[in-house]
T-cell receptor, first 117, second 114 residues
Framework: GALVYQYPRRTICKSGTSMRMECQAVGFQATSVAWYRQSPQKTFELIALSTVNSAIKYEQNFTQEKFPISHPNLSFSSMTVLNAYLEDRGLYLC?????????????FGKGTRLTVV | GDSVTQTEGQVALSEEDFLTIHCNYS??????LFWYVQYPGEGPQFLFRASRDKEKGSSRGFEATYDKGTTSFHLRKASVQESDSAVYYC?????????????FGAGTQLIVIP
């Protein structure tokens, strides 16, 4: 079956430091990967949509300078949160779209929970 | 812009009750519509999707019918169980290359009392 693994599951970083999170698609090829942040209030914010061989599109209020993303192949993506502060805390989710299905599902990993102290 | 509205923030039911969670959307054309379920400490799990008018999606006893006339995709289940307690999200996705870009509703927390 299609699975998306995210690593680490949770992390704590000091204010002003950076942390990197990874997303691995298993059992399918991911044509696109979307990174979301789920706030403590449970709302979802789309950070960026990354498609292999295309430019990464960041949403308003999110920038490459703050959330650089690497998507080198159809099974792996990583994102870094640079200079993390309290407002960056939340559950970071990776949603991968499967290549081999039409009008397809988007599968999510279990997320990386970021706590900033 | 595209958006999804879930009117119920929380629904509390007894086991074997009938469930309806309302979802209305705003978008042009025929967006893909999804239902996801999220358990504590987990990411959203895909339930099902529909992409054209009158199409019904279903999984695990849950179902919803795409209705372009009322711009709705209400989630229903005939008989809920305690294990169905979770947060349910309705989502809207674009087509083609934009499909990975989902707009989520605010979520509805379902509490099923045994």
């Amino acid at each position: 079956g299609a699975l998306v693994y995210q690593y680490p599951r949770r992390t704590i970083c000091k204010s002003g430091t950076s942390m990197r999170m990874e997303c691995q698609a298993v059992g399918f090829q991911a044509t696109s990967v979307a990174w979301y942040r789920q706030s403590p209030q449970k709302t979802f914010e789309l950070i960026a949509l990354s498609t292999v061989n295309s430019a990464i599109k960041y949403e308003q209020n999110f920038t490459q300078e703050k959330f650089p993303i690497s998507h080198p192949n159809l099974s792996f993506s990583s994102m870094t949160v640079l200079n993390a502060y309290l407002e960056d805390r939340g559950l970071y989710l990776c949603g991968a779209r499967a290549r081999d299905r039409s009008n397809t599902e988007v599968f999510f990993g279990k997320g990386t929970r970021l706590t900033v102290v | 812009g595209d958006s999804v509205t879930q009117t119920e923030g929380q629904v509390a039911l007894s086991e074997e009750d009938f469930l309806t969670i309302h979802c209305n959307y705003s978008a042009s054309g025929y967006p893909a519509l999804f239902w996801y379920v999220q358990y504590p400490g987990e990411g959203p799990q895909f339930l099902f999707r529909a992409s054209r008018d009158k199409e019904k999606g279903s999984s695990r006893g849950f179902e919803a019918t795409y209705d372009k006339g009322t711009t709705s995709f209400h989630l229903r289940k005939a008989s809920v169980q305690e294990s169905d307690s979770a947060v349910y999200y309705c989502a809207l996705g674009g087509r083609g290359s934009a499909l990975g870009r989902l707009h989520f509703g605010a979520g509805t927390q379902l509490i099923v009392i045994p």
